[in-house]
């Protein structure tokens, strides 16, 4: 069985910039998740997806992050314009039964 | 938020020896789970327990959950050098299927 894709793997941007991350869950899998993790830290939910409903959002900061899951599969998590705080990984992961996820390798962004 | 705090924040020890790594939390959970992180890579659940469960086995891990007390401890037994990783707690905060994660221990096994 295949994991969880993400992709890219690393990105390296300026402040202000512009960026997106894409995850491809396990198939079959109806709730997705993106995750923040800042070095040194436990990753944090930003954003619950259950097929392409938002079930929890209540801490992505809307103003500059945006995510979608179109046909309720794959999902784009966006940044627009990045902070130096946004430099951490960002983590994908999907879950079949309840409270069991699986996790993607993560993409982790540097913002100079 | 963060609802778990692991402890310690970092662990070295060496191969053979067993590790312990503690966790506390804040409100009423229905379960408890460990996951494990590889430097650089994406987390691995390893066990979960259940609020009514005391104690699980898996493998060379035991955990055990005090609701009391809340608080969690995972126990490896016999490590080994590829047990050196980042270990967390999660609990799903209110019973939701949110998970809340803590900063994590810092697992060094030497060879």
């Known amino acids: 069985e295949a994991g969880v894709a993400q992709s890219p793997r690393y990105k390296i941007i300026e402040k202000r910039q512009s960026v997106a991350f894409w995850c491809n869950p396990i198939?079959?899998?109806?709730?997705l998740y993106w995750y923040q993790q800042i070095l040194g830290q436990g990753p944090k939910l930003l954003i619950q997806?259950?097929?392409?409903?938002?079930?929890?959002d209540s801490q992505l900061p809307k103003d500059r992050f945006s995510a979608e899951r179109l046909k309720g599969v794959d999902s784009t998590l966006k940044i627009q314009p990045a902070k130096l705080e946004d430099s951490a990984v960002y983590l994908c992961?999907?879950?079949?039964?309840?409270?069991?996820?699986?996790f993607g390798p993560g993409t982790r962004l540097t913002v100079t | 938020s963060q609802q778990g705090e692991e402890d310690p924040q970092a662990l070295s020890i060496q191969e053979g020896e067993n590790a312990t790594m503690n966790c506390s939390y804040k409100?009423?959970?229905?379960?408890l789970q460990w996951y494990r992180q590889n430097s650089g890579r994406g987390l691995v659940h390893l066990i979960l327990?259940?609020?009514?469960?005391r104690e699980k086995h898996s493998g060379r891990l035991r955990v055990t959950l005090d609701t009391s007390k809340k608080s969690s401890s995972l126990l490896i037994t016999a490590s080994r050098a590829a047990d050196t990783a980042s270990y967390f707690c999660?609990?799903?905060?209110?019973?939701?299927?949110?998970?809340?994660f803590g900063k994590g221990t810092k697992l060094t096994v030497n060879p």
């Open positions: 992961a999907s879950s079949l039964a309840r409270y069991e996820q699986y």
């Open positions: 198939s079959g899998h109806a709730t």
């Open positions: 997806f259950q097929n392409n409903g938002v079930v929890d």
């Open positions: 409100t009423s959970i229905n379960n």
């Open positions: 327990i259940r609020s009514n469960e």
């Open positions: 999660a609990t799903d905060e209110g019973g939701s299927e949110k998970l809340v």
